[in-house]
């Protein structure tokens, strides 16, 4: 369901166990680069842990997205496929011809490439796009870890061809970084923000004027103005789908950013009272944002 969140506020419910921690501005394109080329594929491989708990949700919520948008299905450049090549392996429609994966750091890279023999997985930057008259250019859940997007959406807008497409879709949180500097250049100089005790690849809520704000709230905003930043890009959808299925149990399941939690009906009744929570019985809700742009 388009513009849809997950009946239960994950975030209001980890709030009480989260931590805060202050960020400093980095917005040098080559010290982020610097850090990405060499950080540990611990983090993109932990993603894998909790989106194998729904991954039949995903793959149909991408194969939704495909033919609700028209989405091409041959020669396209997925940027940042990380050290699983989850998006090609898993997720994608399967009946698309060329993809491409591009990522900036080589072990992960390495990884990929054992994990996935057959794949297409060459190194490179979104920051410094090299293709022409591309038909599509998307990322899961790896243009938030741009400096700049507003530079990396121009790169993006640059390699397209006309009437070609932008996907993103971020499932995980996204990183600190880009929601940093884009409240930054909003004059919002907030820099603490809130999250699990043991950090795995961002935390969830910045603290804005004492509010906590979920840091997916912040980067679709980000995403959104970059491109609209852009003359030959129209921004087409820029919104949260949410796939509501049974799974069959005495539980409600969500999936909302990576956050994975199966909530059983005793504890669900903390929630409110059975008529209130009675309809997530037996369901499971997954959440990602998707973002899609047409050029002119
Ligand atoms: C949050 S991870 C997501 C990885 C993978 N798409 C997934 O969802 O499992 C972001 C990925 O983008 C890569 N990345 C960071 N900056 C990049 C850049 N400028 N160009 C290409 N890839 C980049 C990182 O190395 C990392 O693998």
Request: charged share 25%; proline share 5%.
């Amino acid at each position: 369901m388009k513009g849809v969140r997950p009946s239960i506020d994950v975030y209001k419910v980890l709030l009480p166990s989260l931590e805060a921690r202050e960020y400093s501005l980095v917005e040098d394109r080559e010290a982020i680069e610097r850090h990405y080329r060499g950080e540990p594929i611990s983090c993109t491989t932990g993603f894998e842990r909790n989106r194998e708990r729904v991954r039949s949700s995903l793959v149909n919520l991408f194969d939704d997205i495909w033919e609700e948008y028209g989405l091409p299905r041959e020669n396209i450049i997925e940027y940042g496929s990380g050290a699983t090549g989850y998006y090609d392996a898993f997720l994608r429609p399967r009946n698309i011809k060329n993809w491409l994966q591009i990522e900036i750091n080589p072990t992960a890279i390495a990884e990929n490439r054992r994990r996935n023999p057959r794949a297409n997985i060459v190194e490179g930057s979104y920051n410094d796009i090299q293709y022409k008259n591309v038909p599509m250019i998307t990322g899961l859940s790896s243009f938030d870890t741009s400096e700049n997007l507003y530079h990396a959406m121009n790169q993006v807008a640059t390699a397209l061809e006309s009437g070609g497409y932008f996907l993103h879709v971020q499932d995980v949180r996204p990183g600190v970084t880009t929601v940093l500097n884009y409240l930054h250049k909003k004059g919002i100089n907030s820099k603490t923000f809130l999250g699990p005790s043991k950090v795995v690849c961002g935390d969830m809520l910045a603290v804005i004027n004492g509010n906590p704000v979920p840091t997916v709230d912040i980067f679709r905003d980000a995403l959104g103005d970059a491109i609209k930043s852009q003359p030959n890009l129209d921004l087409v959808e820029n919104t949260y789908f949410t796939l509501i299925e049974s799974n069959g149990k005495l539980t409600y399941e969500v999936y909302d950013a990576n956050v994975y939690l199966e909530i059983p009906l005793h504890n669900l009744l903390s929630f409110g009272d059975i008529d209130e929570v009675g309809h997530l019985i037996g369901r499971r809700e997954v959440c990602v944002l998707a973002t899609i742009a047409r050029k002119k």
